[in-house]
């Protein structure tokens, strides 16, 4: 049991708990918190991971935006709690719980099986031990050979940017 | 050149109607009537041009043509004709302006877009009768349904939706199954869709599977028992101008794509098929001419009439001797000039009576004496009486198949109680409406009028000429039908080109003609 | 370093949570919520197998992950917003004018 | 000896940066109390220990000694959590502040900075972002209309002021070449400081620093005149006492973040290298401490010299002159570092002209919008149609 | 500084261009408004004629470090998009009218989605591929909510971003398997690393993600329940925008990264795109019968020529991928045509939607009526349409790889596709009309973008060689 063993169980388990609760909570407001609890609990299996960027990202973008965004609306809408029995679609919670089962299952016996398959990259690849990446790699990377995912990332939020001005500012019409 | 004129010319005619519909109702007729009547003109010169010496396809530029059309897809515009498809060719271009002449007063709404249908169908069915890549014959055979779907649909009866629609879907279906077919013979083809080089190549893989796609999709068109139930409905629900054109034309495309396709390519399939493809046709035969017989409405009889006279086709066509096929190519055209005329007639008095039930008729022939003439000589020669076009053709075929016919000659035998059941029906059929008492609601019936009298006359006179004298019609296509069963005769089973082989193909057409002149003689004599 | 296959199943186990809260739950904004889980499941998988690799462009990915999954909340709540102006509720059974 | 490094002497800076910090609040409220005074000619607080300095701990002695009322219809579990909330993002943030040079103790280098990790920058980003959530949180649990008024209106303007922040910031690493606030600092000791080169982005940054941490003019979340007091309408006793807390401790680290990233951390002119080992770690620290105290200072001062914004004032204002001005900085810098080779003094001047520039150009296209509009929206931008079933 | 070939991204270099020539002049107040569209018109001209011209030059190569591919297969994609970009745009400009101030937007949106389309078909990283996926998607969940002051465009854009969204994340999640399985997100590369050992669970569930994903985004059945909702509900320009551009570019990365990533698994994959390709057809086909709404069925018919087009797919050769293209391209044209006559349709009440509206249509609107009759009879396969030649030529390929079942099941979907088409074109030509109803006259850029279609889905009719020509040069 090493340290990163506990670390990432503590981070796992909360993480876990977390997004359970953010589908069983009735409140979306509880359902909000939960997810950034989640988010948080993920941030943490970053660092464990040796990304220190993106860990830092993801409370920036996910916990400090996102989520505020989530929570903004939720507040806006005043959305009263909801009865479980309307919070849950009826007809399809048995089918989807059982499909969920099943997706699980897969997905821990594909997890199970990659190291045993010595075809698959991840299994083959010789680990790098302990290279975490400085912003500097990081930095010359993205803007040398993923420049243009970046590029695309700025237009994709000028879309999110119109998009949301257009849905949403008020009395373009009433003013006229 | 001749020949792409006489397919694109009616096509020509349709976007002159659809540029000039502004200017009147008459303007509009005056197009169709002249453009069909052109067009008719010009397929006399494809007669003319004909050299009935050549086998297969006509090889003179006037009557053959071929374009690149897709060079990647290996897809040809490629038409030419042979002794088969002139007659079938002449057949259309025939009936096409007699049907413009009949839908002179008749079509109230929509008269320019009633003619471009007509001219359009015109030139998808003589598209589908000129072909020589498959491609082209696919282009044609689906784009004909449109106009026809148009016909039915718009100009139809009361349930016209519901007919058109079966009749659409029917046929869609039929020719989803002959598209793969077509598919599966080009790679065959060397990716090709040429059917000259198709027909040199062979045999080919799969035969009985392609037999059957192109069967299917025939059959349903023909249409052979079982798939017949929607003819009844078209023919009902379609206007007079539509039967005319469903019965006298596009039926014949089954049969057509029948001894065209299915036999000389698939001969073995078609030898195999014939054990099952022969009960059914007799089976049409006498199942048409029974529901026939108990039909309250003159279409509808007519219309099954249809079945039963189709089957005696399919019969012919699978007998795989000269005469039969022969026969069968002559049945065709008689079945169209025939019966398109007697639709034209119950369309006629459909006009006067706004009805089609037998029993609201009777009588009638006091009161309309040339109709009764007209109607009388055309049901004899539905019924095949000597002397008329349809003896010429059932005779050839039950003739043929008992002969040759490599089935039970029972089938035959009871193939011909539908000629005995033919008449009964008809005659049955003319006894109630012409005979008898004449009600007091069709006392105010007129007579045929000049306009009807000479859309009439033509048919019947050419119903009388192959009576007569069908050998003018026999001998431009007995080289075609030669080719035909050379191929499917089974017995012979190494390509047609050796000398022995000839001489055997020689004796066997020396004996139909043989058998051809003693039939003539008959018939010569009977009209003596 | 932990054996990946831990990254990995807590991943698959985040995924499918997402995806069950997608189809149990009836609140967009919740559904919305449960969607943002599941990219995260993503991430999670990216980094770690990149990790793995001794790659760092799984870490890039996950970068640009996040700036679409920002865009994607920001339209996604602003359509909420306007349907909740026009239906006072955000119950995707209740949304259901559009049936043929 | 590892066991030192490694475990009392984080323990050890991190108990006294903790309590500094704690100390530094109730002197905070003290001086805010007398400054006040000061400013507006009279006394403050003076009666509680000598010139009133012991009053912070009266304060505290009342808050904890009152009754901790939970109002029936507020949502227990968030309402009780919401303070925590807000003072934790707080307090740790102090945590990658580096507040002084190093000293030399039992042989070891003691470096003056709980954690110096390589992202600190961004960590203090990610932090700052959740303290919204104390805000909203207990703004919501509270159930009550002014309470989510100011719940909203902070959410909003937080993230608006956020993104000021964080991109007014961008110039500064790209001349450190480091995300390190240490190593920002220690750029600067070795060069000009931050607020020389970067003027404007300084400016921006300072103002959003007022926003996030919801400091008149910008204290709209619990403007009295308004919403009564905004999210923690409801909240007495020891939780409101955390609100108030947490609200001088963003101050501070404020502050200090400020003073490490644009006004030179610990260093002054040389002075911070005088000494031994251990006591030029000791005047570092004393010098940061001086620089930190001012900029206390001045916020204390804004507040009782400039009046609140209105609520659209205040957006318009964050998105259409901060933001400009942040994003020109990072063009800018960017630009002259490549033109001008390097040259700060360049980079400097540029970035006051482009951002006088875009500052001229928004206010022009800015006031020729407001000549036009006949109403001024005065609301928050999306209208509340939920609102009304609160009650 | 890596140096970049700038004459390679001419075509998208246009279209950012354009977006930000329409930008600046959306802010200008005085400008009318119409003028925008226009130049988006314009723009998309320009960069369709760059495309072509590329395509005919043969112009081709990879720019960003290989994540960026510029060849025959996307530059014809390219020239589909625009095609579907311009004719949408056409028929856009009479339908948000004059006074309606969201126009910049709309077509800034309309640029961004096209944009996401071409990085779609040219992406040759999976990254790069969901980027251009999102940034196509997020714009059009916009648009389909643009009307906001109705509530069935508001539903439409929400129900269309949460299943979006949804599928995004399966997408995603494949892409992130795949990684993991072969070490890298590079097209070229995963081809080069698999072979036949290397199947993995790891791998196949990663393929099998990316077919859900793909499967939302192009309407595929089992996955197509968004595609009615949002067609009815959206405005009905965006409705055929979405089912025409966006098909297309999914259909270009499906058959991408299925074709050219993952050949090595095509025994894997096939059956899975064969069995869908079926569904899809029957499905689509059989619950367009039940329609009574104009645009649902529409919705229904799109779906089907999903399953046309996944035959394409499954025949696994550069025929059937020429085939797919041929068809995609004729598809997105005559269904714009037919949801532009939809809009012609619209009375002094509106627009309608109704099935029965259209009775007796025929021969009061004849011009209306020939277009909507020429392209649903091309929707249906009919010759001598473009329609026909596009279905022919995809049988045609299926048949060659040896799937002749499923060709006949195509056709028999087609025989039952024309029964719903037929439907709409009985009512128009043999039904009279129940009420007397009142029409607005053309809008004559409607029109125009109607003739530029019908003479297109004509001209490919009659003489395909025009097409199948470049098609097969591009993907050889």
């Known amino acids: 049991m090493t340290a990163e063993h506990i670390f990432f169980f503590i981070f796992g388990g909360v993480s876990l708990i977390g997004a359970i609760s953010v589908i069983s909570f009735r409140h979306p407001i509880y359902s909000a918190l939960a997810l950034i609890v989640t988010f948080f609990a993920q941030a943490g299996l970053f660092v464990l991971l040796g990304a220190h960027f993106v860990a830092a990202v993801q409370v920036i973008v996910y916990a400090g935006a996102i989520m505020v965004l989530f929570l903004f609306v939720i507040m806006l809408l005043n959305l009263g709690t909801l009865s479980l029995k309307g919070a849950l679609s009826g007809k399809l919670k048995g089918v989807a719980i059982l499909l969920g089962i099943l997706l699980a299952i897969e997905g821990i016996y594909i997890a199970v099986t990659t190291l045993n398959n010595p075809n698959t990259a991840v299994a083959s690849s010789e680990v790098a031990a302990d290279t975490s990446y400085s912003i500097e790699e990081i930095g010359e990377l993205l803007f040398k050979d993923y420049l243009l995912p970046f590029e695309v990332t700025s237009l994709i939020l000028l879309a999110a940017l119109i998009g949301v001005i257009v849905l949403v500012k008020r009395g373009n019409q009433q003013e006229n | 050149m001749l020949l792409s004129l006489v397919i694109f010319l009616p096509l020509l005619g349709v976007i002159a109607i659809a540029l000039l519909r502004g200017m009147g109702a008459s303007t509009v007729k005056g197009i169709a009537l002249i453009i069909s009547l052109l067009t008719f003109l010009i397929s006399i010169g494809l007669y003319y041009g004909f050299d009935a010496d050549i086998e297969g396809f006509q090889t003179t530029d006037l009557l053959r043509q071929k374009l690149n059309w897709v060079t990647d897809l290996g897809i040809s515009y490629h038409v030419g004709i042979d002794g088969i498809s002139l007659w079938l060719i002449l057949l259309t271009t025939f009936l096409t302006p007699i049907c413009v002449i009949a839908a002179w007063n008749s079509i109230e709404k929509g008269l320019s877009g009633f003619m471009m249908s007509l001219l359009a169908l015109e030139t998808g069915m003589l598209g589908v009768f000129c072909s020589l890549d498959l491609f082209l014959f696919f282009v044609f055979w689906e784009s004909m349904l449109i106009p026809m779907y148009f016909l039915i649909g718009i100009w139809g009866g009361e349930r016209r939706i519901y007919a058109t629609i079966k009749f659409v879907l029917y046929t869609m279906a039929g020719s989803a199954l002959m598209l793969v077919g077509i598919l599966a013979l080009y790679f065959q083809n060397d990716n090709s869709f040429d059917f000259v080089a198709l027909t040199q190549s062979g045999p080919f893989e799969h035969s009985h599977l392609l037999f059957l796609a192109f069967f299917i999709a025939f059959a349903i068109k023909v249409p052979l028992f079982p798939f017949h139930t929607w003819l009844p409905d078209a023919h009902v629900e379609a206007p007079t101008v539509g039967s005319v054109i469903l019965a006298g034309v596009l039926l014949k495309m089954g049969t057509y794509g029948i001894v065209r396709f299915c036999l000389p390519l698939f001969p073995e399939a078609a030898a195999n098929a014939t054990s099952w493809i022969i009960p059914l046709a007799v089976i049409g035969i006498i199942y048409g001419a029974l529901v026939a017989m108990v039909q309250p409405d003159l279409k509808k009889l007519v219309a099954y009439s249809s079945v039963s006279h189709l089957g005696f086709v399919v019969l ?80 050839m075929i039950l003739l043929g198949s008992f002969v040759k016919g490599a089935f039970s000659k029972w089938y035959v035998v009871f193939a011909t109680t539908g000629v005995i059941l033919a008449a009964v029906y008809m005659l049955w059929m003319f006894q109630r409406v012409m005979f008898g008492k004449l009600d007091s609601t069709n006392e105010s019936l007129r007579d045929l009028n000049p306009r009807e009298i000479v859309l009439l006359l033509p048919i019947l006179v050419l119903i009388v000429w192959i009576g007569v004298y069908p050998s003018s019609f026999l001998n431009p296509m007995k080289m075609s039908v030669n080719e035909v069963v050379r191929k499917v005769d089974t017995t012979q089973n190494t390509p047609a080109v050796g000398q022995l082989k000839f001489n055997e193909n020689s004796i066997e057409s020396g004996q139909i003609i043989e058998s051809e002149n003693i039939f003539m003689t008959n018939e010569e004599a009977q009209i003596k | 370093m932990l054996s990946i296959e831990y990254y990995l199943i807590l991943s698959a186990l985040l995924f499918t949570i997402g995806v069950i809260g997608v189809l149990i739950r009836r609140n967009a904004i919740i559904i919305f919520m449960c969607i943002e889980l599941m990219l995260n499941a993503a991430n999670l998988a990216f980094v770690a197998i990149s990790r793995s690799l001794g790659q760092v462009e799984g870490q890039l990915f996950v970068f640009f992950v996040m700036a679409v999954a920002a865009a994607e909340v920001a339209i996604g709540l602003a359509i909420i917003v306007s349907v909740f102006k026009h239906r006072e509720t955000i119950n995707v059974d209740e949304i259901n004018s559009l049936k043929g | 000896m590892n066991l030192l490094i490694d475990i009392v002497i984080p323990i050890v800076k991190i108990l006294i940066i903790a309590h500094m910090l704690i100390i530094g609040v109730m002197v905070m409220i003290w001086s805010e109390r007398r400054v ?39 949502d227990k579990p968030l309402y009780v959590l919401a303070p925590a909330m807000l003072l934790v993002p707080a307090m740790i943030t102090v945590a990658v502040v580096p507040f002084g040079s190093s000293i030399q103790l039992f042989g070891e280098t003691i470096i003056l900075q ?55 910031i961008i110039g500064v690493l790209m001349l450190s070449e480091s995300l390190s606030l240490r190593q920002i600092a220690i750029t600067q000791g070795e060069g000009v400081w931050n607020c020389f080169i970067h003027l404007p982005a300084f400016l921006a940054f300072t103002t959003a620093m007022y926003a996030e941490t919801n400091r008149l003019p910008f204290d709209l979340a619990e403007a009295e005149q308004e919403l009564v007091a905004g999210y923690h309408t409801e909240y007495s006793s020891m939780k409101f006492a955390m609100f108030f807390m947490a609200e001088y401790m963003n101050m501070i680290v404020g502050s200090a973040v400020t003073v490490t990233l644009f006004l030179g951390g610990w260093h002054f002119f040389g002075l911070e290298n005088m000494g031994g080992p251990l006591w030029s770690g000791l005047i570092s620290f004393a010098i940061f401490f001086v620089k930190t105290a001012i900029f206390l200072f001045v916020f204390i001062w804004v507040r009782w010299t400039l009046p609140r914004f209105r609520y659209d004032q205040l957006m318009n204002f964050g998105w259409k002159f901060l933001l400009p001005v942040a994003l020109t900085s990072i063009v800018v810098t960017g630009t002259l570092w490549i033109i001008a080779d390097g040259s700060l003094l360049w980079i400097g001047i540029g970035n006051v002209i482009a951002a006088f520039i875009v500052i001229s150009i928004v206010a022009g296209i800015f006031m020729v919008d407001n000549s036009k509009k006949t109403t001024v929206d005065n609301t928050v931008e999306v209208s509340l149609p939920g609102l009304d079933a609160i009650e | 500084m890596p140096t970049i070939n700038w004459s390679l991204l001419m075509p998208e270099l246009v279209i950012v261009s354009t977006l930000f020539i329409v930008l600046i002049f959306d802010m200008i107040d005085s400008l009318s408004k119409k003028v925008l569209g226009w130049i988006t018109i314009v723009g998309a001209a320009i960069a369709l004629w760059v495309s072509i011209n590329m395509l005919l030059v043969g112009e081709v190569g990879t720019e960003f470090s290989g994540m960026f591919e510029i060849d025959g297969y996307s530059l014809f994609f390219n020239i589909i998009f625009l095609i579907s970009t311009i004719l949408v745009t056409l028929i856009s400009l009479s339908y948000l009218g004059t006074d309606h101030k969201k126009q910049g937007p709309y077509y800034i949106l309309i640029l961004l989605a096209t944009l996401g389309m071409m990085l779609m078909a040219a992406g040759n990283e999976l990254i790069i591929v969901f980027l251009g996926l999102e940034l196509m998607s997020l714009s059009l969940y916009v648009l389909a909510g643009y009307f906001r002051e109705s509530p069935a465009s508001s539903e439409a854009g929400m129900k269309y971003l949460l299943l979006g969204a949804f599928a995004s994340a399966f997408f995603l999640y494949g892409i ?72 297309a570019a999914g259909f270009a990365a499906f058959m991408r990264i299925f074709l050219d990533a993952l050949p090595d698994l095509e025994p894997q994959w096939n059956g899975i795109i064969i069995l869908l390709a079926m569904i899809t057809m029957t499905g689509g086909n059989i619950i367009a019968i039940a329609q009574t709404n104009i645009k649902r069925m529409l919705a229904y018919s799109s779906i089907a020529h999903a399953g046309y087009i996944l035959i394409g797919l499954a025949a696994a050769s550069n025929d059937g991928k020429a085939s797919a293209m041929f068809y995609l391209l004729i598809y997105c044209v005559m269904n714009i045509a037919a949801f532009g006559a939809v809009i012609l349709a619209k009375n002094a009440d509106g627009e309608s939607l109704l099935i029965s509206d259209y009775a007796g249509l025929g021969f009061r609107k004849p011009l209306l009526g020939l277009f909507l009759t020429l392209m649903l009879l091309s929707l249906a396969g009919f010759p001598p349409t473009a329609g026909f030649v596009g279905k022919f030529y995809i049988f045609k390929s299926a048949v060659q790889a040896g799937y002749v079942w499923l060709v006949i099941i195509g056709a028999i979907n087609t025989a039952i596709s024309a029964f719903y088409y037929l439907r709409v074109v009985v009512k128009m030509y043999m039904n009279e009309p129940e009420e007397e109803l009142e029409f607005n006259p053309y809008p004559s850029t409607l029109v125009l973008g109607l003739v530029v279609a019908s003479i297109g889905v004509l001209l490919i009719g009659i003489l395909p060689a025009l097409l199948v020509s470049p098609i097969q040069n591009a993907v050889m």
């Open chain 4, 36 to 74: 006040s005074g000061w400013i507006q000619d009279r006394l403050g607080p003076n009666r509680v220990g000598p010139q009133g300095l012991l009053q912070p701990i009266a304060d505290g002695i009342k808050f904890l000694f009152k009754e901790d009322l939970i109002p029936n219809h507020v």
């Open chain 5, 176 to 247: 992130a398997l795949i990684y993991g399985a072969v070490g890298t997100t590079s097209i070229p590369d995963i081809a080069t690393k698999l072979n036949e050992n290397s199947l993995s669970p790891l791998l196949l569930s990663g393929m099998f993600l990316l077919i859900v994903g793909f499967g939302f985004k192009v309407a595929i059945v089992p996955f197509h329940q968004w595609a009615p909702d949002v067609y009815e509900g959206a405005p009905t320009t965006i409705a055929a925008f979405i089912s025409a551009g966006p098909k």
């Open chain 2, 316 to 395: 012919g066509l699978f007998s795989q001797s000269h005469a039969g096929i022969q026969g069968s190519v002559l049945q065709m055209i008689n079945h169209g000039l025939s019966t398109g005329a007697l639709f034209l007639l119950v369309g006629m008095i459909y006009e006067r009576r706004h009805s089609r039930m037998i029993v609201d008729f009777g009588g009638l022939a006091k009161r309309m004496p040339v109709f009764a003439t007209f109607f009388l000589i055309v049901t004899l020669s539905s019924i095949g009486l000597p002397g008329l076009n349809g003896f010429v053709g059932e005779f």
């Open chain 4, 114 to 168: 709980i954690a110096d990790i390589n992202i600190g920058v961004l960590y203090i980003l990610a932090i700052t972002s959740l303290g919204v959530y104390g805000v909203v949180i207990g703004a919501w649990a509270s159930n009550n209309k002014y309470s989510l008024l100011g719940g909203l209106r902070s959410s909003a303007q937080m993230i608006s002021y956020e993104l000021t922040l964080g991109l007014s």
